[in-house]
């Protein structure tokens, strides 16, 4: 199985300040065509998780440009330019490529 | 509007079945494979199954292969989980999502499976 391993695992961050969470991949997660295959979400207390970066670097629809994503084959990173209140909850990084699909452990932001 | 909603979950002793059902709208259901995903209290996002389009084939984790079925039923924008030989460890939410570009992109509310006597 492919193991994804992020880190920190807890984020105090200051509102205002940028913050970043690293993803690693026990395996590449770039496909033959080009596209590293590397998703991130938001988990929200007491929400489902939503989508914010999907393929490694692109945005999902309605996801506030403050959120990006980078990185290739084992190694991503997802930054936030400028912590907001809103940003809250842990933060998921997860892989398709192979099967089973799996996820990271979580990263919980606190403000 | 894609929505995504969860059906079915409740208690069930140790050794039961429950059946989750999801009811998918907004999209052409059939286009799409689906997944389960779950999450154990205060735990992280565990998958458990997807489905093809026209079901011809389905994968699972380890943990549940022989015990969990996945289904769907197109004309009725469906997709189910039949659980059976519940334990502890399958307490969890369980979603159902949609997969787009390499990811999950919709998800539906959760519906909570407690196994326990």
């Known amino acids: 199985d492919v193991v994804l391993t992020q880190s920190p695992l807890s984020l105090p961050v200051t509102p205002g300040e940028p913050a970043s969470i690293s993803c690693r991949s026990s395996?590449?997660?770039?496909?033959?065509?080009?596209?590293?295959?590397l998703a991130w979400y938001l988990q929200k207390p007491g929400q489902s998780p939503q989508l914010l970066i999907y393929?490694?670097?692109n945005r999902a629809s309605g996801v506030p440009d403050r959120f990006s994503g980078s990185g290739s084959r084992t190694d991503f990173i997802l930054k936030i330019s400028r912590v907001e209140a809103e940003d809250v909850g842990v933060y998921y990084c997860?892989?398709?490529?192979?099967?089973?699909?799996?996820f990271g452990q979580g990263t919980r932001l606190d403000i | 509007e894609v929505r995504l909603v969860e059906s079915g979950g409740g208690l069930v002793q140790p050794g039961g079945s429950l059946r989750l059902s999801c009811a998918a709208s907004?999209?052409?259901?059939?286009?799409?494979?689906m997944n389960w995903v779950r999450q154990a209290p205060g735990k992280g996002l565990e998958w458990v199954a997807q489905?093809?389009?026209?079901?011809?084939?389905?994968n699972y984790v380890d943990s549940v292969k022989g015990r969990f079925t996945i289904s769907r039923d197109n004309a009725k924008n469906s997709v189910f989980l039949q659980m059976n030989s519940l334990r502890a460890e399958d307490t969890a939410v369980y979603y159902c999502?949609?997969?787009?570009?390499?990811?999950?992109?919709?998800w539906g509310q959760g519906s909570l499976v407690t196994v326990s006597s």
């Open positions: 999502t949609r997969p787009s570009s390499g990811a999950f992109d919709y």
């Open positions: 907004g999209f052409t259901f059939g286009n799409y494979w």
């Open positions: 489905i093809k389009e026209d079901g011809s084939e389905k």
């Open positions: 395996q590449s997660l770039l496909h033959s065509n080009g596209y590293n295959y």
């Open positions: 393929l490694g670097s």
């Open positions: 997860m892989q398709p490529l192979q099967i089973p699909v799996t």
